[in-house]
């Protein structure tokens, strides 16, 4: 039977030199706290280096501290409670919040050292200067994440469109054009109407941003592919490591278009905010309506003839 990491940090550990031997200890220690920590801050505890804790990575068999991280967190979500990878079914509720909290936070500060910085600059540069960008999102969630960043890219100036009915998908691709721009979401990234959709989409020359997992069937086909791994949820097969990874990617993405495009972005911005604050449904000039047709702190009789 093959050893667990856990099983293997703690076999590493009795050959390994002192300095390293303190890493491994913090790991097994607190293997959540590890999964965290960046580079710097686990050798600041334990004491040690950047390089050291690279060539401890290493001598378990791993790049960097980022496949470590990756496989670190995919134990200790396979080993969790059916709940949630970090959460026991005895624990209290302010235990709970933290480590929901924790296991959040450190899946979102990990989207940085999983960006590709020169293929993130190649996909802001597409979307910035398409004549049209078309948005697939392949599920409920990536839907939601497809219109959310079709809203963000409108009100910076770009002509785009969301699709969510795989059909329509499809026609949007054969009208696509060279120079326009597909952004395709999905986690899993193996669904073959989305798959078919993006095909038709590259046979008419537009390129192809694939937010999903490396090594998937979409991440093949992606021009551009913004690929991030997350632990696999206990419950669901995309859990919440992944939604929040894509809407970090998605206003970084945001704001890198914006700052490509400029000044004129940025007014249409300032506009679209002074017209939310004047005309808003919850602004003082438009009251929330009560069923007798006056606003909800009308005087009795206002609406009255």
Not at 41 to 64: H, N, Y
Not at 66 to 83: N, T
Not at 137 to 164: P, Y
Request: proline share 4%.
């Amino acid at each position: 039977m093959t050893p667990s990491l856990l099983q293997r940090i703690a076999e590493a550990r009795g050959d390994a030199p002192a300095t390293r031997r303190a890493i491994l200890d913090l790991i097994l220690e607190d293997p959540d706290r590890a999964l965290e920590e960046s580079f710097e801050q686990l050798a600041e505890r334990s004491r040690s280096s950047v390089p050291t804790i690279m060539r401890t990575c290493r001598d378990l068999g791993f790049a960097g501290l980022r496949e470590f991280k990756l496989a670190l967190a995919q134990e200790l979500a396979l080993g969790g409670s059916p709940l949630h990878r970090r959460v026991n079914i005895e624990d209290a509720a302010d235990e709970v919040v933290s480590k929901i909290a924790r296991s959040a936070a450190a899946s979102v500060s990990g989207v940085r050292g999983q960006l590709d910085m020169q293929v993130l600059d190649g996909a802001v540069r597409a979307i910035a200067a398409a004549p049209h960008v078309d948005l697939y999102g392949a599920g409920a969630t990536s839907w939601f994440m497809a219109n959310d960043l079709q809203a963000r890219l409108f009100r910076l100036g770009l002509s785009a469109n969301a699709w969510a009915d795989y059909h329509l998908q499809q026609v949007a691709g054969a009208a696509q054009r060279p120079g326009g721009v597909v952004i395709a979401i999905s986690h899993v990234g193996g669904m073959p109407s989305l798959l078919d959709a993006v095909d038709i989409a590259r046979g008419q020359g537009a390129k192809v941003v694939a937010l999903t997992r490396p090594g998937t069937a979409l991440a093949a086909k992606a021009d551009f592919l913004i690929g991030l791994s997350v632990p696999d949820d206990a419950v669901m097969h995309v859990g919440i490591d992944a939604y929040l990874t894509h809407l970090t990617v998605i206003e970084i993405l945001t704001v890198l278009v914006a700052q490509h495009r400029g000044e004129p972005a940025v007014q249409r911005l300032q506009r679209a905010r002074e017209a939310f604050q004047r005309h808003g449904i919850d602004a003082t000039t438009h009251p929330l309506q009560s069923w007798d047709g006056g606003g909800i702190n009308a005087k009795k009789g206002d609406g009255e003839s």
